[in-house]
């Protein structure tokens, strides 16, 4: 409004409008100065959080566990890993594995911070994918909407109340998961994935094992004396067989070699690696089903190496903010036991 005025009268009214007016315009400088000094402070005490300015927060939600830049992920999200997840892993272990530690990492903690990590991922995913204009076909909307049907359908109206959902919310969720999923075909699909069948070559193999070299050559020399390997096998390796399944980068590179070079039926001399002494016989020198899954699986992994090379940059780039008290009060062993898999029914309906 300073410079509104359409002209200046000569007289005492206009003097003393013009003296308002300087006082104005000195008022205004002042304010623009103190703010420009303002932001030069804050920016001289800017500080860094995953590679991106210092993130000022007015606090979250109850209903929220975590915000990855702009994006929430709330307790039912949560919830719902962590019910995938403990059935994952007492499938496997049994219900006492919640007691036990992995990697020196108590084993609820550890199946935690995957759940915050693949949360944030799926969110981060999510953010870059709406920069770079990938969407849904009608085909995937229509099997996201099929998947949030079959979850929430399977639900009982307690299991619905805990976990405070609606369906609307899980087929976001789904969609979600859907577009991190086209993100991640868009992102490796130039790349190189291919494995040869040698190096997916699963074998499958007897050993004998010796911790002295006089061991090992006294069972060579029984195997030379005609008795089988099983027997010879059993003296060193008690009751059971040794055989096992070998895929390559799994043992000690002499081990392997050994093993690898090996036809079916065909005893390797002594092979010393890893500070033993072994004697090795091939019983299958290709599980063919076997070598073609482990070259998918070998595939897989070079799309996921590529991917985070490329990804995990732009993750860092975004802050992350965890609500401490919601999420400390979860554990992996007190999760809602649902009678669906939200990983399965993605992977059968959508993926």
Excluded: H
């Excluded at 299958?284 to 998918?296: C, F, G, L, R």
């Amino acid at each position: 409004e300073i410079f509104s005025f359409r002209g200046l009268k000569k007289s005492v009214k206009s003097r003393n409008s013009r003296r308002i007016v300087v006082k104005r315009g000195k008022k205004r400088i002042i304010g623009l100065v103190i703010f420009a000094v303002a932001v030069a402070l804050i920016a001289g005490y800017i500080k860094f959080f995953n590679g991106t300015f210092l993130y000022i927060s007015t606090g979250l939600k109850d209903d929220v566990v975590l915000k990855a830049g702009n994006s929430k992920a709330y307790t039912w999200e949560a919830d719902i890993l962590l019910s995938d997840a403990k059935k994952e892993y007492e499938n496997v272990f049994g219900s006492g594995v919640w007691s036990q530690s992995m990697e020196g990492v108590n084993m609820d903690d550890y199946v935690k911070e995957q759940v915050r990590s693949k949360l944030i991922r799926v969110k981060c995913m999510n953010l870059s994918a709406k920069e770079k204009g990938v969407v849904l076909s009608r085909t995937q909307k229509d099997a996201v909407s099929s998947a949030a049907d079959t979850f929430f359908n399977a639900l009982t109206q307690e299991q619905v109340s805990a976990l405070n959902v609606t369906k609307d919310q899980i087929e976001k969720m789904f969609t979600e998961f859907a577009i991190a999923d086209t993100l991640y075909d868009d992102v490796t699909s130039q790349i190189n994935t291919e494995v040869s069948s040698d190096d997916a070559r699963v074998i499958t193999i007897q050993y004998i094992c010796a911790g002295a070299k006089s061991d090992i050559s006294s069972a060579k020399e029984r195997l030379d004396n005609g008795e089988s390997f099983y027997s010879v096998a059993k003296d060193f390796g008690g009751e059971e067989e040794s055989e096992t399944e070998c895929k390559r980068g799994e043992m000690e590179q002499a081990f392997e070699t050994a093993a690898f070079n090996l036809k079916t039926g065909e005893t390797s001399s002594i092979v010393e690696a890893g500070g033993k002494y072994y004697i090795i016989r091939c019983t299958s020198d290709n599980e063919k089903s076997k070598t073609e899954a482990n070259k998918t699986a070998l595939m897989d992994e070079k799309k996921l190496e590529y991917f985070n090379s490329v990804f995990e940059s732009y993750e860092a780039s975004k802050y992350v903010e965890m609500n401490k008290k919601v999420w400390n009060s979860k554990k992996t062993a007190n999760a809602t036991e649902l009678p669906v898999s939200f990983e399965t029914v993605f992977n059968e309906l959508v993926k």
